[in-house]
């Protein structure tokens, strides 16, 4: 059985730091692409970030680039999402997901996903 668990959310203060965590169970990376998305009240689940643990390249959006990075560590299969200089608007529910399709900004269609861990940023 698949699993993927979240960890490492919290309340933080703007310009703060969190580091987000990914455990996968019942698969290896494998070259797998890994995502995590966020989803804020009242908005659509978006792609925040991806790698592939394969080749290590990585798709960010825009809004998190040079403040967030993404890395996996397949020995433990597990991948971290650092946020560095958090700002309010960053404030949503994270979740991880695998496989995704890195070169197609993270694209999700028939990935597995984590029960999510909230982040709140304060102004």
């Known amino acids: 059985e698949v699993q993927l668990v979240e960890s490492g959310g919290g309340l933080v203060q703007a310009g703060g730091s969190l580091r987000l965590s990914c455990a996968a169970s019942?698969?290896?990376?494998?070259?797998?692409?890994i995502g995590w998305f966020r989803q804020a009240p009242g908005k659509e689940r978006e792609a925040v970030t991806c790698i592939s643990t394969g080749t290590g390249s990585a798709y960010y959006r825009n809004s998190v680039k040079g403040r967030f990075t993404i890395s996996s560590d397949n020995a433990k299969n597990t991948v971290y999402l650092q946020m560095n200089s958090l700002k309010p608007e960053d404030t949503a529910v994270y979740y991880c997901a695998a496989p995704v399709v890195v070169g197609f900004g993270c694209m999700s269609k028939d990935a597995f996903w984590g029960q999510g861990t909230q982040v709140t940023v304060s102004s």
């Open positions: 019942g698969f290896t990376f494998d070259g797998y692409g």
